[in-house]
């Protein structure tokens, strides 16, 4: 009998392929446990030493009272990086979950101050997260956007929904509290965002069910339990109980149980999400990758005592700028801009770069090339923009400023920029084209305002390619001599006001206002002003030669095939190509044009060879 022969009653008891029967799901569930039998799981979790109130909540997420027990009694332990995480694998009720407000797709929300909500806490000694807003609702409305995104977009709901989840997650404790309801304990999603959205909405619950309104005990909860019991066996239920029951457990779900780490555990668990989206890499978008090294990067060289903390700051004020965490703060942008550069950006045979690279490494398995501690610094600096396409412009020119070598590793001292002129200009005649510290620190302060202010003077360009010169060099260039450093100056000063950069008038000291006479900066202007800053200088370096001889190279190779394309046109009085009749024979021009082949061959070779040697010679220079 062909499937199309058959009674649409007897099609209607055959389920699609790719959904799962409820049944098999539902196996797994058990009535609602006793007050005996909760007692017997939190005496098994205390006795595994966890707190009770913390043991109490594992027990009423259990869908089976005799599996938590048997887990407890035989818990694993995973390290990732330097953190060692002791849990235990059995059926989480979904309802008990709720989805994470500390979520890793969060981190450029985070570091920009747009999510609305804090970052975790966590409670000194025990694995337990901390998170705390002044009202319920605040913290519903902060959810809803992040989890209707996800329900819309993210294609593994509806499979969720018709197949339950197939890959379990990890769960952390989580103590959410409020001014108005109070504080109550969850496990949260720790690596399952979306599974949890998933579940839910198959559920028909929403955050703040499972956060209040189904706590343990309440009448709702006991009714949805017991309806999805004897759903779970009966092969008479409707669509939507089916999938109630499909979506009604996280099953052998990995719930964090114990640490071992050198930061409180709301730090390790950041870096433990970390771990398991980088390594191998995630789609995540490049905010949210980079913000998430940046904050391992910091936490290593806190951990180290490396971080630099200027008069007046100490490592933990520096710690909680340069990862998000505190945004309140009394430093200008371009000082935090200064403080990242230092911070991420050492020098490639300093501690610090280790300590970086170290970081970066045992996040995503694979050794950082030089520039990826530029592009963290940068990222840092950056978090006051939006996460748009304009960020991706501001940071690919801002990194490449800061690959001129004096800028690694930049002391931040809070001067004020005209003080900070008198002791640059003072270097610039005492050591000459020895940029010192008071140099670094203007240059770094003024290349933020060059990219990030209101008329951007700096931009990335392609090396060789016409005359935008690469911002690291227009930096240089403008810092070797007074009258550049001036310029410099001004452009702070102009940025801080948020004024239009305006170009210094001759002979005039830097001004915190707006010059009568002065021409508002453009990129072909600075780039002028750059040059004329180096006049004085008689050569220039290998790289701009470099880079001179390149597009000398590529303009002669236009001009050469503009010639051949001129041969080609040249035809008899039957409009038929004279190279098609008489040819060309030249042994010398075939050899010429076949050693020019050859040439362009090997240099391609040469920068591929350089490319895959180029964490190899960073390894070498940290360690010399």
Known sequence: MTISAMPTNELEDFPEPDVVDHRMIGTRLRPPASAAMIGKSIAA???AGLPEVLAEALAHAAANQQQLRSALRAPKVQRFGSEEFTYIEF????????????????????????IGMPRFGAVDGQPLLTFEMDTAEAMIDAMGPPINDMAENNPHVPSIQDRGIETPGWLSFLELTTGDVGTVIRL??????????????????????????LRPGARRAANLHRDLVEWSNSDLVTDEQARMV????????????????????????RR??????????????????????????????????????????????VRDILDGTVRDHELLDDEVAVLACGALNPHPNKREARAVNDAITDLTGTKPKLEERTQLAAEVALRGFPS??????????????????????????????????????????????TAGPAIAELVTLASYHLVGGRTQLLTRSEFG????????????????????????????????????????????????RRFRSASILTPKRLRELAEMSEEGISHDSPEDLFAAAIADFADKLDDLHAAAEEVAKVVDHADVPLVDTLGFESTTVKATLQEVVDMVSEWRSSKRRAARMRPDLDDSEASR
């Open 45 to 47: 979790g205390v006795a």
């Open 91 to 114: 059926d989480v009720l979904a309802w008990r979950i709720v989805p994470s407000p500390d979520n890793i797709r969060f981190e450029g929300e985070h570091a920009r101050g747009t």
């Open 188 to 213: 949260e999603s720790t690596d399952g965002f979306g599974r949890t959205v998933g579940v839910h909405k198959g559920l028909g619950i929403t955050f703040k069910d499972a956060a209040w309104n």
């Open 246 to 269: 499909r979506c009604s457990i996280m099953p052998n779900a990995r719930v964090i149980i114990g640490y071992s780490a050198a930061r409180p555990f709301d730090r390790a668990r």
């Open 272 to 317: 433990f999400v970390a771990h398991l989206h980088m390594a191998p890499p995630m789609n995540f978008s490049t905010a949210t990758t980079l913000n998430a090294k940046a904050n391992a990067a910091v936490d290593n060289l806190y951990e180290r005592g490396l971080l630099p903390a200027p008069d007046g700051m100490t490592a933990d004020d």
């Open 388 to 433: 748009d396409k304009r960020l991706t412009t501001l940071r690919a020119a801002l990194e490449r400023s800061w690959r001129w070598a004096p800028l690694r590793g930049v002391v931040f001292t809070g001067q004020d920029p005209l003080d900070l002129l008198s002791e640059a200009i003072r270097e610039l005649v005492q050591a000459g084209d």
């Open 465 to 512: 390619r016409g005359n935008n010169t690469e911002p690291q060099q227009i930096l240089r260039r403008l810092a070797k001599s007074d009258a550049g450093l001036r310029q410099l100056c001004q452009i702070i000063l102009d940025g801080r006001a948020d004024r239009d950069p305006q170009e210094l008038p001759e002979e005039t000291e830097p001004r915190d």
